[in-house]
């Protein structure tokens, strides 16, 4: 007769939920966006470029784990993350990965540190050279992700605008930080590749708005 697992093994198993529900890309996505507010399920579908029935599985994998939380309005269901340790679980796992797999470094050398090999400037000194006027920040994420939250005083200039408002960001003496999603976005890196190319001092905050928020430095919205 099988024995049942002791207290200790049973706690293993619940740790396997949360690593199940983590270990798919797809989901690590998914959870990318909604670290920068809550969601619905055809605006995540949108966004990963998942068919709606693959956004709306994968929803309730992480749903069943506790890691996001779902409300109706209407015909629409909205997702929001469970609470903000998720944001530091998703964190772990990015630093194992780059301490641990070889691959990683090969594709961030590739996709990111091509595009901006600059030290990136962290939170605490963007905090108080924002408030002393010395930069101008930029959000280059969608403006529905800007709307939910985002660094005071940043301006709103997603991506594929960025060459057209460049106007936005005179007087050019200043240097210009942009954010987007997290370390490892690459709408942060290509902005910054861009606006130097245009002449204009620029470098990225270290993180995104997800590590600001979690670090308790203040954020806005609208």
């Excluded at 983590?22 to 399920?41: I, K």
Aim: glycine share 8%.
């Amino acid at each position: 007769m099988a024995q049942s697992p002791g207290p200790k093994q049973a706690l293993f198993e619940q740790l396997a939920v949360i690593a199940r529900a983590l270990g798919s890309a797809p989901r690590l996505e998914l959870l990318d966006f909604l670290a920068q507010g809550e969601r619905s399920v055809e605006e995540l579908a949108a966004a990963s470029g998942l068919s709606l029935a693959n956004t709306s599985k994968h929803l309730q994998h992480l749903k069943a784990s506790g890691l996001v939380q779902a409300r109706r309005a209407g015909k629409h269901i909205h997702y929001r993350l469970g609470d903000e340790q998720v944001v530091d679980a998703v964190a772990a796992l990015r630093r194992l990965a780059a301490a641990h797999l070889e691959r990683v470094d090969a594709l961030v050398a590739s996709y990111l540190t091509s595009r901006d090999a600059l030290e990136p400037v962290p939170a605490g000194d963007l905090l108080a050279r924002a408030r002393d006027g010395l930069v101008t920040v930029i959000d280059v994420r969608p403006p529905e992700e800007y709307a939910q939250g985002h660094i005071p005083g940043a301006i709103n200039i997603p991506l594929e605008r960025l060459e057209g408002d460049l106007a936005k960001l005179l007087p050019t003496e200043r240097e210009v930080v942009a954010y987007c999603r997290g370390p490892w976005c690459v709408l942060s890196f290509e902005a910054v590749a861009r606006l130097r190319r245009a002449g204009l001092a620029a470098r990225r905050l270290e993180d995104g708005l997800p590590e600001w928020r979690r670090a308790g430095l203040p954020v806005a919205s609208d």
